[in-house]
Nanobody, 119 residues
Framework: QVQLVESGGGLVQAGGSLRLSCAAS????????MGWFRQAPGKEREFVAH????????YYANSVKGRFTISRDNAKNTVYLQMNSLKPEDTAVYYC????????????WGQGTQVTVSS
């Protein structure tokens, strides 16, 4: 049974930084992609970034490119999202999710962690 547990959210002032973690368990993830998504109040969930477990290839939404960095520690089965230069519009619940390499839906989701950026 796959489990994803996010942590690291909180309240930060604009311009500050946070690092989110997503601890994954339940299977070997070498053929999977881990993604970060976010959902702000009244808005649809949006993609933030993803990384492949094996090769470490990354991809970012334009809105976070240059400010956020996704990385993984395969030994710990943990994916991180380092968020710098935070803006009030980054305020959202952040979720990690996992899918197989090659496309398709994200099959498993974490419970989310709140990030609030004050102006």
């Amino acid at each position: 049974q796959v489990q994803l547990v996010e942590s690291g959210g909180g309240l930060v002032q604009a311009g500050g930084s946070l690092r989110l973690s997503c601890a994954a368990s339940g299977r070997t993830f070498s053929s999977y992609v881990m993604g970060w998504f976010r959902q702000a109040p009244g808005k649809e969930r949006e993609f933030v970034a993803h990384i492949t477990w094996s090769g470490g290839s990354t991809y970012y939404a334009n809105s976070v490119k240059g400010r956020f960095t996704i990385s993984r520690d395969n030994a710990k089965n943990t994916v991180y999202l380092q968020m710098n230069s935070l803006k009030p519009e980054d305020t959202a619940v952040y979720y990690c999710a996992v899918r197989r390499i090659g496309g398709g839906d994200y099959d498993y989701w974490g419970q989310g962690t709140q990030v609030t950026v004050s102006s």
